[in-house]
């Protein structure tokens, strides 16, 4: 084979490697906006192949429940309804702290005055609900006085602990650098993409999740106690919507309220698409003092969120 020949072949497979990431780049165009039930794309693109078409069938059921990629017309969602929406997939499962203290189902309009999307973003608002747990007690009793000493703990009633981590560790960073890392995800949003409180109570979020974008439905029917407070992540503005609505949709993606727990990098990951990074301070080639100033540089400069994690406090 002459030189030329070998030139020429090897601009074609040049060629062939090109038009196939292109092909693949376009990947969201090819998935029709209405597809058959049974079907989640559209089986009859030339620009996948069947094991592809194949893996992105089955990504696409997430604990019994189908999710959508994303498409660019998404953000035309209907919004609007004459009735109040109901999530057509049901209600979440609650954990069992929920269930214990559980009071019903409520919309926004039902326990906040003014409801609202966003207030202000800020990592301090942010509150996740937790029961205080008296595990024992001992009573020392003395003629002029009882003196009661309580062993107490405290657990969260969603344990997404991580989670919440990550809403605070996005929140921060979007308030600092004035990008719109977190709240981007909620449609419906105003002219200024902006995300806005829908009166009929649906809304669609945009996450991360079995590597391509995905759409999550859910409606504002949130968990409230018996003592009318909420019982799922909020904000320290009573008619703030943001935090709660993010949580539903995952945990609506993860299975329910009855989250076994995580770590930030999956949720931040499906949040904000930012790829985590794990690094091992008892590896060998770990170098504290290079590694700090790495992730200082990161955090000052905007390419990096970082979260901590503690051993249990009791």
């Known amino acids: 084979m002459t030189n030329e020949e070998e030139k020429s072949k090897l601009k074609q497979k040049v060629s062939n490697i090109i038009d196939r990431a292109e092909q693949i780049k376009s990947l969201q165009n090819t998935v029709k906006e209405k597809t058959p039930s049974n079907s989640l794309i559209n089986t009859n693109s030339t620009d996948l192949t069947p094991q592809e078409r194949e893996v992105l069938r089955k990504s696409s059921y997430v ?9 660019s017309r998404d953000i035309y969602e209907r919004f609007s309804y004459p009735n109040l929406f109901i999530d057509p997939d049901g209600l ?23 409801p609202q999307m966003i207030y202000f973003i800020s990592s301090n608002s942010i509150i996740q609900v937790s029961i205080i747990l008296f595990k024992n007690y001992i009573i020392f009793l003395s003629p002029t006085r009882i003196i009661l000493i309580l062993n107490l703990s405290i657990k969260d009633i969603v344990t997404d602990c991580s989670f919440v981590a990550s809403l605070c560790v996005s929140s921060a960073y979007e308030k600092k650098f004035k990008k719109p890392l977190i709240t981007s995800c909620i449609y419906p949003q105003n002219k200024n993409r902006k995300p806005v409180y829908n009166p009929s109570g649906k809304y669609l979020i945009k996450l991360l999740f079995n590597g391509i974008h995905r759409k999550v439905i ?19 503005n009573n008619n703030e919507l943001w935090a709660s609505i993010i949580e539903k949709a995952y945990m609506k993606l993860m299975g329910g309220y009855n989250f076994p727990g995580s770590n930030p ?50």
């Open 92 to 114: 979440l499962e609650l954990s069992l702290e929920q269930k214990i203290q559980f009071g019903g189902w409520k919309r926004p309009s039902q326990i906040m005055s003014d």
């Open 265 to 314: 990098g999956i949720d931040l990951y499906a949040l904000t698409g930012w790829i985590p990074e794990m690094i091992f301070n008892k590896d060998k080639t770990f170098n504290q003092e290079s590694t700090w100033k790495r992730i200082l540089n990161g955090l000052n400069y905007g390419d990096a969120l970082i979260t901590v994690s503690t051993v249990n406090i009791t």
């Open 63 to 71: 604990n019994n429940q189908k999710y959508f990629p994303w498409l």
């Open 218 to 236: 859910v409606d504002d029917l949130l968990p409230v106690s018996k003592n009318g407070k909420l019982m799922c992540t909020y904000t320290k």
